[in-house]
């Protein structure tokens, strides 16, 4: 039989009629399991073999068998199958959210006090998925996610670019943390002019900043220590340096060194946090599920964990 060399594409069709056809030995039982016609598989057997170039089934009137070129093609033609098998699978799994990786860039502290019963709780939902909690400086954070190194992040909300999304997550209150034997560790509030006297610690380089805007009729607050981390920041105050500023989700932190977290007031001060995305990538179906979630979960939590 003579084929001409010709600009065709072999069809997947094609190579599920090969492969029933070599593995059931004929024409008849392949068509069952593919309900069609034998003539039709015939057909497009006789397509594929022009499309290739050569026979891929010596036919006689009683015997079918592969050619030896049909031989040598055949596992090619399963290899392709299963491949496709396993990326329809896959995207089965990516749809459903069932698999994939969500990569969460946040601060330390957010990482270590609120986000763990929140990583527990999706997890159980979707064991199959991958979370990658990274710490990060908190002016890293954003870049991270603008650089694509990220999915999500969890920070601080802050007037950003249109390339970033912020979703308003969740507020903390402003607190002063004093330790245990300090005067004013019975309080139950406290106002911003009561700090005057007092040394006070910053985590964060523009903190006392932040503070002093949201304060426009207040005392005007000085840093008499300013440190990168909240954890080294708590540890001075446990170690009688002074008083930390600090928001209230930090609480944990806080009772680890047995420190009392007072509420200041008048006016109360809150810091607000969101769930930032990149607007020019758009997210996974698995991380567009965990941002959901993780909305829902500071929704739900409310201030509790949080104040």
């Known amino acids: 039989m003579a084929y001409e060399s010709i600009n065709a594409s072999v069809t997947l069709r094609q190579l599920q009629t090969l492969v029933n056809v070599a593995e059931l030995g004929s024409f008849v039982a392949a068509s069952r399991t593919m309900h069609v016609t034998p003539s039709a598989l015939s057909i497009l057997i006789s397509e594929l073999e022009q499309t290739l170039g050569f026979r ?174 909240m954890g080294t920041g708590l540890a001075l105050v446990a170690s009688g340096f002074g008083s930390a500023i600090c928001a209230g989700y930090v609480r944990p932190m806080c009772d680890m060194h047995q420190l009392r977290m007072i509420p200041l007031v008048k006016p109360e001060v809150l810091r607000q946090f969101a769930i930032y995305s990149s607007s020019k990538r758009s997210l996974t179906p698995v991380a567009e599920g965990f941002h959901s979630f993780l909305l829902e979960w500071f929704r739900k939590a409310g201030n509790t964990p949080l104040s």
């Open 56 to 229: 891929v089934f010596d036919r006689t009137t009683r015997q079918l068998q592969l050619s030896a070129a049909g031989k040598q093609y055949l596992p090619y033609a399963q290899r392709v199958l299963l491949e496709l098998e396993g990326a329809q699978r896959c995207a089965q799994e990516v749809r459903s959210q069932k698999t994939g990786i969500v990569r969460i860039a946040t601060s330390q502290v957010i990482a270590w006090t609120l986000m763990p019963p929140a990583l527990r709780a999706f997890r159980t939902l979707r064991p199959g998925v991958r979370l990658e909690p990274i710490d990060l400086p908190v002016d890293e954070i954003l870049p991270n996610l603008e650089a694509g190194r990220v999915d999500l992040a969890v920070t601080l909300q802050m007037l950003t670019g249109p390339e970033l999304h912020a979703s308003p997550a969740f507020h903390s209150q402003v607190h002063v943390a004093c330790h245990e034997d300090h005067p004013w560790a019975k309080r139950k509030a406290l106002r911003w002019n009561e700090l005057s006297s007092e040394p006070l610690i910053f985590t964060g380089i523009d903190t006392p900043q932040r503070i002093n805007a949201a304060l426009p009729d207040g005392p005007r607050l000085e840093a008499a220590r300013q440190v990168e981390h």
